[in-house]
């Protein structure tokens, strides 16, 4: 690659396409496009980070290609593999012109300070998407006018870029309105009180949808950790049901299920396969988006869970299955342990086909459903699902005519229901729906392409996937003893995976991404933060030392690597590695709101405060309560942005309860708890097994539990540097 003093002199280039060198299967793909030529002269530099409409608009247009490829540095990336570019960039933009999104293109100087940036803008083959994504300037005008800006005034161009730049690192130096305080204003999260979690549930209650459930209209996103939030609330140990109140509790957790049972029984879930799709297109959920991504799936695993346990419902439990059911198999399980990261939203409708549609894959027809069910069988599951002649989704969201006749499949009635308006019976109804759901699947996976996969493991994601399906396999050891092995021996290979192939055993290191090999792109706050909450909830399942000792080593490299020390610092995780290991990027930031994906800062809080109570370390409880100082004016301000957080406010004012199960295997009383444990959803506590061969690195770890006589069966609750026994706490 060119340098930048290259580049700055004007001196002539010759470049070549490096796309196919990219671990991301969409960045390689593009490698064969028109774009990216290799011979040209180059002033500014465009940065794009993906989306395939742009692709097919504008990327595989040669009147875009040869515009890029004579006045421009085009450089793509993948945002899952370099978060922190995405971050850095998408920053800048939202600054700039109080929006974002993806697509996201920037122009940038020789030193990589931004010039010009935006989200999508429609190319020269654009039809109907340019008036639904509200683009109205062309991707092709806007390349022409930042060339002839930059070759007429390419000095302002420079000073501007390196003013912006300034006001950038200002704000990520000073960061959010807790690190201007002064250190000695700073109370360790203390400050904030348990109250927030009152603010928060009263901003979603006023936003709830009584109707679809969700809290927002189209497009409605999951978006777990709110929903995580709203079940957990009444779960709390304490004092958190006295300030909030018994009935608002309630209320929150009844907004949740009615979301998840909506989403259950709606187009957003793969009603003949498994998993659900990123989001809904309409407020009802029929409608999705019909990517498949791998940390939705894991958040919703987790969730459902809860849901379940909470209220032992059967339709939650359907939906935990489905969800495990998609992680533990092909195409997301990879064969040599790990997942996938997602599938895609387009795929050719049949094997013949040149050109791919959005939802191909999961669209019927109702002569679809005659076809392969029979009449009699077909009726009842047209009427099921939904399905009707001329299609269920309205023009209005089809403005590429992809989905004329189709069908999105929902739950739209009950077999009893059902039954009787057929004048059937229910049992005969359920077995008729039972076997046409696998009769479609079948024809589905025989002749129909399947959308793109993929293949990259990202570590992060893996993390979200190696925790849920670790408490999915404690939850189920109970009901389904198969199913919990299945779903404990997938984290488990994920973990041998990831140890093996993306961990460097002498630095403490991990590494973000691996695709027919390893990637470059060095772990980040979030690999670290999520493969640790992993590894814990793997331990509690198992109580297999290996997978806490791990934790415990790479939570002393995410503290090393990226954290900011107070009272120097202000506290809190920045999510990538110092400046001297990431020369090529011009901010540090440090995320703290939740998201689609929670914050690397809220689940790593957590992780300490859990680390703490398990290995009694003093240390880890400390960094924990600095990650939450450092956001708590914020927090202070818009409770509902950091509800991930609040839980470690929670903590912070009342403890976290940490169970210590202590005995030989066999053991009556150690069988028990394990049980009683494995039935709730670990709201404030921590378990850890000593005894029956159990614990050996634990107590060597834990100095309260070194002289614990393992041998005799009890249970012991540990808080404050003290343990006592007989207390029934769980």
Request: hydrophobic fraction near 40%; proline fraction near 5%; aromatic fraction near 8%.
């Amino acid at each position: 690659m060119a340098s930048a003093t290259d580049v700055a002199t004007g001196g002539e280039l010759h470049l070549e396409n490096r796309l196919s060198e990219s671990r991301s299967p969409y960045v390689s793909l593009l490698a064969v496009a028109r774009f990216f030529n290799t011979a040209y002269q180059s002033t500014d530099s465009d940065l794009t980070l993906g989306c395939h409409v742009m692709e097919r608009e504008s990327f595989a247009s040669p009147e875009i290609a040869r515009l890029l490829n004579t006045s421009f540095i085009p450089i793509k990336i993948d945002r899952e593999e370099r978060p922190d570019i995405d971050a850095i960039y998408m920053n800048y933009v939202q600054a700039t012109t109080g929006g974002g999104g993806w697509p996201l293109n920037v122009f940038l100087t020789p030193d990589l300070e931004p010039v010009f940036g935006g989200t999508y803008w429609p190319g020269p083959n654009h039809s109907m998407t340019a008036v639904l994504m509200g683009g109205t300037v062309g991707f092709l005008e806007i390349l022409e006018k930042v060339r002839d800006v930059w070759t007429m005034q390419e000095g302002k161009c420079r000073e501007s870029a390196k003013e912006i730049t300034r006001q950038l690192k200002e704000f990520a130096e000073e960061g959010m309105l807790s690190h201007a305080r002064p250190t000695g204003e700073r109370d360790g999260g203390e400050g904030l009180e348990i109250e927030l979690l009152d603010d928060a549930y009263e901003h979603f209650e006023g936003r709830y949808d009584e109707v679809n459930g969700g809290f927002s209209s189209a497009p409605k996103f999951p978006t777990p950790v709110n929903l995580e939030f709203l079940l957990r609330l009444g779960q709390w140990l304490g004092a958190v049901k006295d300030i909030v109140g018994e009935d608002e509790c309630a209320t929150a957790a009844s907004m949740a299920i009615h979301t998840l049972r909506k989403m259950a029984r709606g187009g957003i879930r793969d009603q003949i396969g498994y998993g659900f799709a990123r989001y809904s297109v309409t407020k009802d959920w029929s409608l999705p988006h019909f990517e498949k991504m791998l940390y939705d799936q894991s958040q919703l695993l987790s969730v459902y869970l809860d849901a379940f346990l909470i209220t032992h419902d059967p339709e939650m439990l359907g939906a935990v299955y489905d969800i495990a059911t998609y992680l533990t198999n092909a195409p997301i399980a990879a064969p040599t342990g790990g997942f996938f990261s997602s599938e895609d939203a387009d795929s050719y409708p049949t094997r013949a086909d040149t050109e791919k549609r959005e939802g191909a894959y999961y669209v019927w027809t109702l002569k679809d459903f005659h076809t392969i069910l029979g009449d009699r069988d077909a009726d009842v599951c047209a009427r099921f699902y939904g399905v009707t002649a001329d299609g269920n989704v309205d023009g209005a969201n089809d403005p590429h005519d992809e989905f004329i006749s189709q069908n999105v499949l929902s739950i739209r009635t009950t077999p009893g229901m059902l039954a009787k308006e057929l004048g059937m019976s229910e049992e005969r109804v359920v077995a008729i729906l039972k076997a046409g759901r696998t009769k479609l699947r079948e024809y589905r996976e025989t002749h129909r392409p399947r959308p793109a996969l993929d293949d990259k493991i990202v570590v992060a994601w893996n993390g979200l996937a190696i925790g849920a399906l670790a408490r999915t396999s404690a939850a189920l050891e109970e009901i389904d003893p198969a199913k919990a092995l299945e779903c404990r021996v997938a984290a488990e290979k994920a973990v041998s995976f990831i140890k093996s192939e993306l961990f460097d055993e002498n630095s403490g290191q991990l590494w973000r991404v691996y695709r027919d090999g390893r990637g470059d792109a060095p772990g980040f706050a979030d690999d670290y933060a999520f493969l640790i909450r992993g590894l814990i909830d793997l331990y509690e399942a198992t109580f297999e030392d290996q997978y806490l000792k791990f934790a415990d080593t790479l939570q002393k490299s995410q503290i090393r690597l990226f954290h900011d020390p107070a009272p120097a610092g202000s506290g809190g995780f920045f999510s990538t590695l110092p400046p001297s290991q990431s020369p090529d990027l011009i901010l540090r930031l440090k995320p703290g709101m939740d998201a689609a994906e929670p914050s690397p800062n809220h689940v790593s809080a957590l992780n300490l405060y859990r680390l703490s109570s398990m290995l009694e370390d003093e240390t880890y409880a400390a960094v924990a309560r600095g990650t939450v100082s450092a956001f708590e004016a914020e927090v202070e301000q818009h409770p509902f942005l950091f509800v991930g957080m609040l839980g470690s406010v929670v903590i912070g004012k009342l403890g976290m309860k940490g169970l210590v199960l202590v005995g030989k295997d066999g053991s009556s009383v150690v069988g028990e708890a394990v049980g009683r444990v494995r039935r709730g959803c670990g709201v404030g506590r921590t378990v850890v097994r000593v005894g029956g061969g159990n614990g050996g690195w634990v107590r060597e770890r834990n100095l309260l539990l070194r002289d614990v006589d393992v041998d005799k069966a009890c249970v012991m609750v540990c808080e404050g540097g003290a343990c006592r026994e007989g207390v029934d706490v769980i």
